[in-house]
């Protein structure tokens, strides 16, 4: 059973068609790589997929419970927060949570307070009910395979 799976889809914003009766399917645990020239459809396909653009014709199938997301090309100008938050905003409903996970533990180690503890030991049982331990080592993990510090500011990061 495929994940999601697009059939004769096309799209245009003028002609030629940008992409055009295109097949697609992916199963839970493939991967695929896009490549491609830029202006040949890669981040359009990817939008189509996760459903921030309408396809013109064909049909686009999403399992139930299956959950896209996308990395956008453009660093976004405009955001103020830390690295962890900006990885962590990539996973949906159990971002807040995350992040707020995250803080609790950055102000227990910053002041070691009764207070923070108490705040840290409401958010652990939280994310042990909501099952956000793996997807809090996910985030984890993205930010030390890039070799970045999780506390700094995204916007002061160059590009």
């Known amino acids: 059973m495929s994940l999601f799976s697009l059939k004769k889809v096309s799209l245009s914003f003028g002609h030629p068609a940008l992409l ?3 097949d697609l399917s992916l199963g839970k645990g493939e991967r695929i790589c896009l ?3 830029n202006g040949e459809g890669k981040s359009t396909l990817m939008k189509l997929i996760t459903g921030e653009l309408t396809a013109d014709s064909g049909e686009i199938r999403m399992a139930q419970g299956a959950r896209i997301a996308r990395l956008s090309q453009e660093v ?3 955001y103020n927060g830390s690295v962890f ?3 962590a905003d990539g ?4 971002a ?3 992040k707020d996970y995250h803080a609790a533990c950055v102000s227990l180690a910053d002041d070691g307070g009764e207070n923070a503890m108490n705040l840290l030991s409401r958010i652990q049982q939280k994310m042990e009910s909501a099952g956000g331990w793996q997807l809090e080592q996910q985030v984890e993990q993205v930010i030390s395979r890039m070799e970045l510090d999780a ?4 916007s002061s990061l160059s590009g």
Do not use: Y
Request: proline share 4%; charged share 40%; hydrophobic share 45%.
């Open 20 to 22: 055009e009766d295109i």
């Open 35 to 37: 490549i491609g020239r």
């Open 76 to 78: 976004p100008d405009d």
């Open 85 to 87: 938050e900006l990885v």
């Open 91 to 94: 996973l949906g409903e159990l």
């Open 96 to 98: 807040g949570l995350i």
């Open 151 to 154: 506390d700094a500011e995204f």
